[in-house]
């Protein structure tokens, strides 16, 4: 089916069984999959274009490093400008194709087709496309929107159930993002996910990624538990997954609502939360090890005349609310710091309870 989206919003989208060919370039394309996809991609009947790339690239390598063959690969062929690149993977795979089609011959058109649910849910669309640098992640990037994007939730079957329950807490932060706690809810029990649940997910990022391509303002809510979640996926040396950490992230921002005098989540939920995600304590950074890493983010204040040595004033948070649509603040360090200590006490009296 294809999705109900904006007037004129930049992205097709549409949500299929199994891949189809119809919804291929007309014209000229090649391909970057992931190299663990091809069997799958050759079996259910799709073409394998020219010059086509079957990669791997790990979470710690989405790097400028990992763009640059791919842009050699095309231009020593050479492909041109009337090309369109196909992206067929999971986040980091089609972040940086995005990225390198941003790059080509300075932009050509790109189609992304995610396979995770991760990717399903949120990273695919949008337009964002990135890689990391040393000092933190997505720093380097371009906002290209693809022309299409078709996600195939036949893909999702060959998902192991670490990767698909990583995925649910973008979906998570979709029904948190709007305080539709109920859906939360339903996404937190045990059972299967509900492709209408990728579907209202893209609607809403949709709508507010047309009203505010460039994160100029509602699109920050996008964010929520992000911040904390990036520094803890970093500080874990990426042994915890995106959406594990932002699932962590999450719970801190509930946390971080209630310090600063927000309408309370109810307990139950947050003990849902909780328990989902105690088995990852092990993997939960100390406050020490992610300071640092909140004070380097995107969205962090510095005083005036700062230096990078300077600690951060503030750091930005969007900060979740029952009900209503969740609200971005600046707080102080001290703020979150409080919020990782509830988030590391909860997750360990829910592990002495199992
Ligand atoms: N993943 C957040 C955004 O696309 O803005």
Redesign the pocket.
């Known amino acids: 089916m294809r999705l109900a989206t904006p007037p004129g919003f930049a992205t097709e989208v549409f949500i299929l069984e199994g891949p189809a060919r119809d919804l291929l370039p007309e014209g000229a394309w090649t391909l970057v999959g992931d190299r663990c996809l091809r069997e799958a991609w050759l079996a259910a009947g799709m073409p394998e274009p020219g010059h086509a790339l079957w990669v791997s690239v790990p979470e710690k390598d989405k790097k400028l490093s990992a763009v640059l063959p791919w842009l050699e690969h095309w231009a020593s062929v050479p492909l041109h400008r009337d090309l369109t690149v196909v992206a067929l993977g999971g986040g980091v795979l089609t972040d940086l194709t995005g990225l390198a089609a941003s790059l080509y011959l300075r932009g050509v058109p790109w189609q992304v087709w995610p396979t995770t649910l991760l990717a399903m849910a ?2 695919a669309l ?1 337009g ?1 496309t990135g890689a990391d640098l040393a000092a933190g992640k997505n720093l380097v990037g371009a906002f290209h929107p693809p022309r299409r994007l078709v996600a195939c939730t036949s893909f999702l079957a060959g998902l192991p159930p670490r990767h698909l329950q990583n995925g649910r807490w973008e979906l998570i932060k979709t029904a948190l993002i709007q305080g539709e706690l109920a859906w939360a809810e339903e996404m937190l029990q045990d059972g299967p996910v509900k492709i209408a649940w990728v579907e209202r997910a893209l609607a809403f990022k949709a709508g507010v990624v047309h009203r505010d391509p460039r ?1 100029a303002g509602e ?1 920050r809510l ?2 929520l538990g992000h911040t904390l979640g990036h520094a803890l996926e970093a500080a874990s040396g990426y042994q915890l997954l995106h959406g594990e950490a932002v699932g962590l992230g999450l719970l801190g921002a509930c946390f971080l609502a209630e310090e600063e005098g927000l309408k309370h989540l109810p307990p139950a939920l947050l003990g849902l939360m909780a328990g989902r995600l105690a088995p990852l304590v092990s993997l939960v950074a100390p406050w020490p090890a992610c300071l640092p890493l909140l004070e380097r983010d995107k969205k962090s204040k510095r005083s005036n005349g700062h230096t990078e040595a300077t600690p951060a004033t503030e750091i930005y948070c969007i900060l979740p609310r029952p009900g209503e649509s969740a609200v971005q603040r600046a707080l102080p360090p001290k703020a979150w710091e409080t919020s990782h200590a509830r988030l590391l006490s909860m997750l360990h009296q829910e592990t002495d309870r199992a």
Do not use: I
């Open positions: 949120d990273a949008g964002k994160e699109r996008l964010n």
